[in-house]
C-alpha cells in the first residue's frame, strides 16, 4: 500500500522553532516530487513548499519563504519541513503529498498538527 | 498573489447534479485539479489534467474546462458525497501552486 506517514507536530512557542518528517511507503520515494499543504483549524487548504525528486527544484509559498526549508532524503524515504520563527497563523495540520507526472497530488497522509501558543 | 474563486457552499437533493466551479485567470495554461475533503480526513483527488478521473473514483464525478474557468459536476449526487471539494492549479510561471478556497457540498 502506497502510504505516507507524517510525524513531528506539537505545540511550540511563538518564535521557535520545529522539524516535520513524512515518511513514505509502497512506492518508490526518489522518483516523485513533492509538496507540504496546511489546514488552519476550520480553514482551506494552503501550499506550503513544493521539492523535486533530486532536490534540484525548491518552491515556497510567499509567506513561508526564508522561514521555511524543505529537504528529503531519498535514501530514507523521507520528506522534511524545517520550520523556524513560528507565528501564531502557522498553527495547522501539516500534510505531505506525493506529486505524479500528471501532476496534482494523488496519495497524501494523514497529516500532523502544529500549534503555535504562547 | 494568484488566487483560484469557489462558491463557498452548494446544496443539491440526493439524486440530482452538483455543479462547482472554480475560476482562475491562468487557467487557460495550467491544469486544474480536484479533491474532496470530509471531516478529519486528508483531501482526496477525484480530478487531475482538468477532465481525468483516478482510478476508484466512482464515474459520476467529471471534469471540464472553458476558459479562465474549470467545472467539477457530480451527476446523481449521493449522501456520501457531502464534503469539501477545493480546485488547485498554480500560476502562469507553474512555480507556485494554489487551492482555490473550496465550496461545501450539502447534500439535503
Known amino acids: 500500500e502506497e502510504q505516507l506517514v507524517e510525524s513531528g507536530g506539537g505545540l511550540v512557542q511563538p518564535g521557535g522553532s520545529l522539524r516535520l518528517s513524512c515518511a513514505a511507503s509502497?512506492?518508490?520515494?526518489?522518483?516523485?516530487?513533492m509538496n507540504w499543504v496546511r489546514q488552519a483549524p476550520g480553514k482551506g487548504l494552503e501550499w506550503v513548499s513544493y521539492i523535486s525528486d533530486s532536490s534540484s527544484t525548491i518552491y515556497y509559498a510567499d509567506s513561508m519563504k526564508g522561514r521555511f526549508t524543505i529537504s528529503r532524503d531519498n535514501a530514507k524515504h523521507s520528506l522534511y519541513l524545517q520550520m523556524n520563527s513560528l507565528r501564531d497563523e502557522d498553527t495547522a495540520v501539516y500534510y505531505c503529498a506525493r506529486v505524479p507526472n500528471k501532476g496534482g497530488m494523488d496519495v497524501w497522509g494523514q497529516g500532523t498538527t502544529v500549534t503555535v501558543s504562547s | 498573489s494568484y488566487e483560484l474563486t469557489q462558491p463557498p457552499s452548494v446544496s443539491v437533493s440526493p439524486g440530482q447534479t452538483a455543479r462547482i466551479t472554480c475560476s482562475g485567470d491562468?487557467?487557460?495554461?495550467?491544469?486544474a485539479y480536484w479533491y474532496l475533503q470530509k471531516p478529519g480526513q486528508a483531501p482526496v483527488l477525484v480530478i487531475y489534467?482538468?477532465?481525468e478521473r483516478p482510478s476508484g473514483i466512482p464515474e459520476r464525478f467529471s471534469g471540464s474546462s472553458s476558459g479562465t474557468a474549470v467545472t467539477l459536476t457530480i451527476s446523481g449526487v449521493q449522501a456520501e458525497d457531502e464534503a469539501d471539494y477545493y480546485c488547485q492549479s498554480a500560476d502562469t510561471s507553474g512555480t507556485y501552486q494554489v487551492f482555490g478556497g473550496g465550496t461545501k457540498l450539502t447534500v439535503l
Open positions: 491562468a487557467l487557460p495554461k495550467q491544469y
Open positions: 489534467q482538468d477532465s
Open positions: 509502497g512506492f518508490t520515494f526518489s522518483i516523485y516530487n
